[in-house]
């Protein structure tokens, strides 16, 4: 294939690392973004695509954190908007308590394990 012919997308298959690179760059995006909750809140989903041994692993402070926060969202104030400007300050202050550590032992994880390195596929001998 040369450099000027375009891939069809039904012929590009991403990898794995891929994958996982693509929503750890978008936790860190909503980290930027000085949204800790939503960076969380990716930080956690993406546990369900991780392989078994780490999830197995995050597991237990996946639960202390789910819990905490909905413990955030149980708040309530005098009235509607009072209500949501505590639940939101609770809930931010739990995302920035969690979510260093949290984040920092998963790519402490993958990066053990090789799973956040670029890899060439393997073509086989008379293929391209």
């Known amino acids: 294939m040369s450099k000027n012919e375009t891939v069809e997308p ?3 298959q991403p990898t794995y690392s891929g994958f996982l690179i ?18 969380l809140r990716r930080a956690l989903r993406l546990v369900n695509f991780l392989p ?5 692993k995050l597991k237990p402070k996946k639960e202390i954190i789910v819990k905490a926060l909905n413990s955030a969202y149980r708040i309530s104030g ?3 908007y009072t209500t949501q400007q505590i639940r939101n300050r609770k ?3 739990i995302a920035s308590l969690y ?5 920092d032992e998963m790519l402490d994880w ?11 596929r ?3 001998e008379g293929h391209e």
Do not use: C, H
């Open 10 to 12: 039904s012929k590009f």
């Open 22 to 39: 693509d929503k750890l760059n978008k936790i860190e995006l909503a980290w930027d973004q000085d949204m800790p909750e939503a960076a």
């Open 52 to 56: 078994k041994e780490l999830k197995k």
């Open 78 to 80: 005098v009235d509607y």
């Open 91 to 93: 809930a931010r202050t």
């Open 99 to 103: 979510l260093e550590p949290f984040v």
């Open 110 to 120: 993958l990066d053990e394990r090789g799973y956040l390195e670029e890899k060439k």
């Open 122 to 124: 393997i073509v086989p």
